[in-house]
């Protein structure tokens, strides 16, 4: 009977000592030095009248490109359209490349940066962060 009941609570007992075995993340399995990594950053101005400065950043540089400029997302009249999509257009383009010359896309990290004087945004910036690693 004593064995019965034991036979019931092990699947628990294992259940509960599950978490404090060691475990070895993939991060770990994998050698250190094996990728190399590239950073390509968006960044979108959010400023009226288009007095703000969007980019394409590359860290590294990517065949021989540090920064390529992107159009702004304001003009005088508000949004516009046509920047967007031209901006769209080219984060496309680059991304392609990048993937074209053997990069992975790892992770892709969207950030907002909203300016506030006076109680109004009247400026800021969107920037996103696309990491990248190929093997080395």
Same mark, same amino acid.
């Given at each position: ?5 034991? !036979? ?17 993340? !993939? ?43 992107? %159009? ?5 009249? /508000? ?17 392609? %490349? ?19 004087? /006076? /109680? ?17």
């Amino acid at each position: 009977m004593r064995n019965h009941r034991f !036979l019931r609570l092990l699947p628990v007992f294992l259940l509960l000592l599950l978490p404090l075995l060691p475990q070895r993340s !993939l991060a770990q399995v994998s050698k250190a030095g094996t990728y190399q990594f590239m950073q390509m950053t968006t960044i979108e101005s959010v400023v009226a009248g288009g007095l703000g400065r969007s980019r394409i950043t590359f860290t590294p540089e990517f065949k021989g490109t540090k920064e390529a400029t992107m %159009e702004n997302l304001f003009s005088l009249t /508000g949004i516009n359209m046509q920047n967007v999509r031209a901006n769209e257009e080219a984060i496309i383009r680059y991304l392609q %490349e990048v993937q074209t010359e053997g990069w992975d896309l790892v992770q892709v990290t969207p950030l907002t940066q909203t300016l506030q004087s /006076g /109680g109004s945004t009247g400026q800021g910036i969107f920037m996103t962060r696309y990491l990248f690693r190929k093997a080395k």
